[in-house]
């Protein structure tokens, strides 16, 4: 803390930066112990307003996430050494929600006026779904989710309706979600019925239309860091 601390200017300098951005930010030591947190980040870990995060680690949060604190150790040190940013893939309740979603944090190796490591600049962000669409202007950036507004479908079958998008067959669906094939067989039959298609083009066309093709299953999710 007193290397970061003795670069008060650098610090300041970023606080300015990222204390009013929607997104989350905060500011960690070399020693992973964080220094700031800007409102979002607050929000998106749900740490109370009334906890004083200066020197605390990963794990003395009073959040479920603070399990996580070794994976997150690991991430800043990643960062430090490779010199450059280094992004993971963080899947838990964040914002206090009730279902497991995916955030892409991304860490950068923050530097005294020297050139020294003196800490880490973290954010976290929805994960955005790029097509080949999109660099043709055809298509915009989708957010990756774990919700849709579509009621006709019951939670087992939007498991497989995820599963069918990745293209597998209904003996792989089966192994994935340990179920009989015949069960399997049984709920894409009446996935075709629900969205009154006839092939998996056609199902495929259903999910675009309905915002289907983005949605990810929060059973389907684990809870931990993802090093990509």
């Given at each position: 803390m007193d290397n970061i601390l003795n670069n008060q200017n650098v610090v300041s300098t970023m606080i300015s930066i990222i204390e009013n951005l929607n997104e989350p930010w905060g500011i960690k030591d070399a020693a992973s112990r964080h220094v700031y947190m800007n409102n979002a980040a607050r929000l998106y870990t749900s740490t109370p307003q009334n906890f004083a995060i200066e020197g605390k680690s990963d794990r003395d949060f009073p959040a479920a996430w603070s399990e996580l604190a070794a994976g997150f150790i690991e991430h800043d040190k990643l960062a430090e050494q490779a010199d450059k940013s280094v992004s993971v893939i963080e899947t838990d309740f964040w914002y206090g929600k009730n279902e497991l979603q995916p955030y892409l944090s991304e860490k950068i190796p923050l530097k005294t006026f020297t050139?020294?490591?003196?800490?880490?600049?973290?954010?976290?962000?929805e994960i955005r779904l790029l097509s080949p669409m999109v660099c043709i202007g055809r298509k915009k950036s989708s957010i990756l989710h774990t919700r849709t507004d579509l009621k006709i479908f019951t939670k087992c079958e939007l498991d497989v309706i995820f599963l069918m998008l990745k293209r597998l067959s209904s003996k792989e669906i089966s192994k994935l979600l340990e179920k009989?094939?015949?069960?399997?067989?049984?709920r894409i039959s009446i996935i075709y019925q629900?969205?009154?298609?006839?092939?998996?083009i056609q199902l495929e066309e259903y999910c675009k239309t309905n915002n289907l093709d983005n949605y990810i299953p929060p059973s389907l999710l684990n809870k931990g860091i993802s090093f990509i």
């Open positions: 050139g020294d490591c003196m800490g880490t600049l973290w954010n976290a962000r009989s094939v015949n069960t399997i067989t049984n629900k969205a009154d298609v006839h092939s998996i």
